[in-house]
T-cell receptor, first 113, second 116 residues
Framework: GQQLNQSPQSMFIQEGEDVSMNCTSS?????WLWYKQEPGEGPVLLIA?????ELTSNGRLTAQFGITRKDSFLNISASIPSDVGIYFC?????????????FGTGTLLAVQP | GAVVSQHPSRVICKSGTSVKIECRSL??????MFWYRQFPKQSLMLMAT?????????EQGVEKDKFLINHASLTLSTLTVTSAHPEDSSFYIC????????????FGPGTRLLVL
């Protein structure tokens, strides 16, 4: 099935550093979502973006919906050890009751105290 | 908040047996649930969309006779892996949609299946 491309694939940073990751697609999405998954758990929604150009924050997290509607970015400021996990973007294309999420390839984040 | 549970959390079975995984929305009704499969260090791949009271819609390449889905009530969907083989070993995650728009999907904690 289709996947969205995320980069970087993994990041190993020191506590306190800022983090940036992005997600790109060859096709347009109407909604972009960012999830965090910890080992052995299901994904948890962090931020949802509904409009091209939109910039939305959730605490230390900020995400943007690209103007072309083919990409999105997630930034984490002042990282802490509990930020460790895999971050997935997901795109939602169709309208109506049959919406399906297309997930990105994921970015593994490791934070050293 | 919206809570989705899965049972069992882990299961080990012998090759050739069938395994049933349950997905429940605990505090809301979900007309639509989704089943995903995730291999180690990979992303979530949608297997099928489960609609209450009707047949599931399977993604391309997913065998409907092998992965039986039943969504008999607004709070329960089940995935049965029939005649399991070692290559079916994976992390199976369900989600339940609250409302009509796709972003209101709440994910379960996942079920780790190991087929020996």
């Amino acid at each position: 099935g289709q996947q969205l491309n995320q980069s970087p694939q993994s990041m190993f940073i020191q506590e306190g550093e800022d983090v940036s990751m992005n997600c790109t697609s060859s096709s347009i999405f109407n909604t972009w979502l960012w999830y965090k998954q910890e080992p052995g758990e299901g994904p948890v929604l962090l931020i949802a973006l509904y409009k091209a150009g939109e910039l939305t924050s959730n605490g230390r997290l900020t995400a943007q919906f690209g103007i072309t509607r083919k990409d999105s970015f997630l930034n984490i400021s002042a990282s802490i050890p509990s930020d460790v996990g895999i971050y997935f973007c997901a795109g939602l294309r169709d309208g109506g009751a049959t919406n399906k999420l297309i997930f990105g390839t994921g970015t593994l984040l490791a934070v050293q105290p | 908040g919206a809570v989705v549970s899965q049972h069992p959390s882990r299961v080990i079975c012998k090759s050739g047996t069938s395994v049933k995984i349950e997905c429940r929305s605990l505090d809301f009704q979900a007309t639509t649930m989704f089943w995903y499969r995730q291999f180690p260090k990979q992303s979530l791949m949608l297997m099928a969309t489960s609609n209450e009271g009707s047949k599931a819609t399977y993604e391309q390449g997913v065998e409907k006779d092998k992965f039986l889905i039943n969504h008999a009530s607004l709070t329960l969907s089940t995935l049965t892996v029939t005649s399991a083989h070692p290559e079916d070993s994976s992390f199976y995650i369900c989600s339940a949609r609250r409302g009509r728009t796709g972003e209101t999907q709440y994910f379960g904690p996942g079920t780790r299946l190991l087929v020996l």
